[in-house]
Every structure is written in structure tokens, then in C-alpha cells.
């Protein structure tokens, strides 16, 4: 039976750093993703770029390294101060060539069928996949079913909405009225960004939600509305007449946000359409259901785009996620349930794995209602990435034990790279001792 030191399950941001890291400490590591590829929300999910942080941050080698490995194949820039502005299409490169670093065995495709138990602690991990591609080549195999148990001494679940957890029957902070709508992001490309650069800048004067400017030849820049009346959006006229002219429904602009993408000169990302319906996302009858009706709304807003947006003429939808963007679902009771008081006092641990100031974000179905709190610095520990009732497991990403206001500042890209790496960390210093 084949024996890892660690089993990373879900090969997302957190998983990938965590992952990583093991790897690189030494540790005998196997990454399990459910799809083909790495990157989890920023592939699959297109969520780019990571949002900046605090300049504190600690555990951030495996982000360094992953800015270092884009930059070197083109699918990374540093735009206002912020490294995290990757191509999602050559992240999954850039992974794949880390993992192959740290020897990581990587099984794509692969789903976990049952978890067997020990005295409160996991054992084993049975998998049931065609495989179709691995880095151990001893054990590649392809298109041969595979069921086998996998021993590991700890395993960190990664998925996002705690499926390992779910499978060993832990207990959960999440209640059915605590949830944040979706999105499902997607891309434009076929736009002329020196156009609509100039006459953005023109449009909206105000450089806290519109920003633009060129980086090594490539025009970059983001801009922002919502149907929130806490500022004055300079879009809102725009929005306005698109509703009143049938081209937008009144729920297709609740929120609108776009960023450019690196590597990618004509091409802009949406993060939106915002779902206020069918927000719960662990049931697949709504989950369905949003999708459906998120990729209704893509179509109508790049329409609007194309006669509203000068640069637009040309465009077309090129990408649409391959993944609802999930901000909160199942989240784990751990050894310590980190609470909005703690971020508002910015409480100190012994034990922190994560150093954030990134703002209290929740997002809400109803105008007017939204949470965006600005913080100072906080520190997550890493009892709240320790399962209460499960001794060698972890958990990193969204999931992890918090309440519902507190995970909403927590479930950030460059949050979940420093849990992933600080979890990594900590096992391999269990493991030396």
C-alpha cells in the first residue's frame, strides 16, 4: 500500500500552497483534484487578480515563487502595487511545473470514494479515477480503473466546502440563513483597451474605483458599480438607461467589477454577474439553477458592454468560468472558532499562520446591504485549521473554523496561500519532532 507523510486534497490556492510547501520540506506529498488542472478558483474559477493584502504577510513563499514562475512565462504583471495579477490559462502551466519541483505526485480526475477511520484519526483514503496523468511515473497509469486505499499520516482538506470533513462526519459552524450570493465569472476579448482606457479615464475622475495605465506596452486597468447607493458610481447612468431600454434586467447589475488580464492584450475579466438567487450552494438543485441563470445574464452584459463601452465594437465572450465563485458554504468546527472579534481587535495568537488586512466582505442579496469594513492587521491561527474532531486533519481555504462575518475577510486568494503553506509548515515540524 502506497504511504504519504500528506494527502492534500483539492488542488485550489490553499491546496496548491500546502502542497507545495510539503513537498518542498521533504515531506512525501499526493495533491488529489477533482479536475484536470490545478488552480482552483483562479483557473477554473477565472478569479483574478489575487486582492493585495498586508505588506506583513507571513508564509508567503509558495505565492513568491508561483509570481516568480508566471512572470518567467508571461502570465504575470504588477499592477498599483498588486503582484497577484495572473493568467489563469498559464497558472495551470506555472503549477504543474512547481508541483513537478517540490515532487509532488499530482492525481488529476480522481475522486475520493471512502475514508477509513482510526481511532479518531484518518488512515486511509480510497480512490476511484481513470487516471490521466500523475508525476509518479511508477504508478501512471491510464484508462485503468483504479480503487485503491492510499495511507497517509495527515491529510489536508482543501476543497472548499470541507468534503473530507463531510466524509468523517465532523461538526459544522454553517447555518442555513448564513450565506453570500455567487458569481460566475467570465471574459471579453476582441477589445481595443487603448480605446476604452482613454475614455475611461475621461468617464469616471474617480481613481478609487477606476484606475488605468500602461505596463510594458499593455494597457491595464479595473472599474467598478454596483447598485449600492453608498457612493456616487460614475456607470450608474449607463446602467440606468441599459434597464430602461430592456438590454439589462434589474438584477444584472447589482454588482459589476473588470480587470485586465496579463499575457492577455485585448482581454477583460468580469467579476460578475453577482447570483442573488440560489445561494445555496451545497444543494445541487440550486447550484444548477444559478448557473443557468448566471450564464442568461453573461450574455446580456456582454451586450451591454458592446453598446455602451467605446473599445467594445469587436468583442466577444471567450471564457466562461467552469466553476460557481462560492464565497462561503460548509465551514469546520475546530480546535478554535476565529470570530469577527478577533478581527476587530486584531487579536495575537502563539501559533499564526496568516497575517491579513484584507477587509470584512460580505456580500448580501439586498440593495443597500453589503459589508466592505476596512481593518488593520489581523492574525488567523492555526487551531482553526485543526479539526475538533479529527487529530490529523486540516483544513485551509473558505472552510475553515470561523464565524460567519470573520471567514468573510478570510476566504481571500492570498489568505489561503499562507494557510495552506503555514499548515505544511506546522505538519513537517510534528513530523521532525
Not at 485550489?12 to 518542498?24: D, I, L, N, P, S
Not at 489575487?50 to 516568480?68: P, V
Not at 434589474?250 to 468580469?270: K, R
Request: aromatic share 10%; net charge neutral; hydrophobic share 40%.
Amino acid at each position: 500500500m502506497t504511504k504519504y507523510d500528506v494527502i492534500v486534497v483539492g488542488g485550489g490556492t490553499a491546496g496548491c500552497a500546502a502542497a507545495y510547501t510539503a513537498g518542498m520540506l521533504g515531506l512525501k506529498t499526493l495533491i488529489i483534484e477533482k479536475n484536470i488542472h490545478l488552480g482552483g478558483t483562479i483557473t477554473s474559477g477565472l478569479v483574478v487578480p489575487a486582492m493585495k493584502s498586508s505588506e506583513n504577510q507571513i508564509n508567503t513563499d509558495f505565492y513568491h515563487d508561483l509570481i516568480n514562475e508566471l512572470r518567467v512565462i508571461g502570465g504575470q504583471v504588477t499592477y498599483q502595487n498588486n503582484p497577484g495579477w495572473f493568467n489563469p490559462e498559464l497558472t495551470k502551466i506555472a503549477l504543474d511545473s512547481l508541483m513537478a519541483k517540490a515532487n509532488v505526485d499530482v492525481y488529476f480526475d480522481t475522486h475520493i470514494t471512502s475514508i477509513e477511520l482510526d481511532n479518531s484519526s484518518i488512515k486511509t483514503i480510497t480512490i476511484s479515477k481513470e487516471i490521466l496523468s500523475v508525476y509518479n511515473d511508477k504508478l501512471q497509469q491510464k484508462k485503468k480503473k483504479l480503487s485503491v486505499p492510499i495511507e497517509t499520516r495527515y491529510v489536508v482538506d482543501s476543497t472548499g466546502n470541507c468534503e473530507i470533513g463531510k466524509f468523517c462526519n465532523c461538526k459544522f459552524l454553517e447555518k442555513k440563513s448564513e450565506n453570500q450570493p455567487v458569481s460566475l465569472r467570465f471574459m471579453m476579448s476582441g477589445i481595443n483597451l487603448q480605446i476604452f482606457s482613454d475614455w475611461l479615464l475621461k468617464y469616471d475622475t474617480d481613481r478609487n474605483v477606476t484606475t488605468a495605465e500602461n505596463i510594458d506596452g499593455q494597457i491595464h486597468l479595473s472599474t467598478a458599480y454596483t447598485w449600492d447607493m453608498d457612493r456616487k458610481w460614475a456607470l450608474r447612468p449607463l446602467f440606468e438607461d441599459a434597464e430602461k431600454r430592456g438590454i439589462l434586467k434589474p438584477h444584472d447589475s447589482n454588482y459589476f467589477q473588470v480587470f485586465t488580464v496579463a499575457g492577455m492584450p485585448d482581454t477583460i475579466a468580469f467579476n460578475c454577474p453577482r447570483i442573488i438567487d440560489y445561494n445555496d450552494t451545497l444543494a445541487v438543485k440550486d447550484a444548477s439553477k444559478a448557473l443557468i441563470l448566471a450564464r442568461k445574464t453573461i450574455l446580456r452584459l456582454s451586450e451591454f458592454c458592446r453598446q455602451y463601452f467605446p473599445g467594445f465594437e469587436n468583442a466577444y465572450i471567450s471564457n466562461i468560468a467552469d466553476m460557481l465563485g462560492v464565497r462561503t458554504s460548509r465551514r469546520i468546527k475546530g480546535k478554535y472558532i476565529y470570530t469577527i472579534d478577533d478581527i476587530i481587535s486584531g487579536k495575537k495568537f502563539k501559533n499564526p499562520v496568516v497575517i491579513a488586512n484584507y477587509p470584512i466582505d460580505v456580500h448580501s442579496k439586498k440593495k443597500n446591504a453589503s459589508t466592505l469594513k476596512m481593518v488593520q492587521d489581523y492574525e488567523i491561527p492555526i487551531e482553526c485549521m485543526m479539526s475538533a474532531d479529527i487529530v490529523n486533519l486540516f483544513v485551509a481555504g473558505r472552510c475553515i473554523s470561523a464565524d460567519f462575518m470573520a471567514q468573510g475577510a478570510l476566504r481571500v486568494q492570498t489568505s489561503c496561500f499562507s494557510m495552506g503553506e503555514g499548515i505544511a509548515k506546522y505538519i513537517a515540524s510534528i513530523i521532525s519532532d
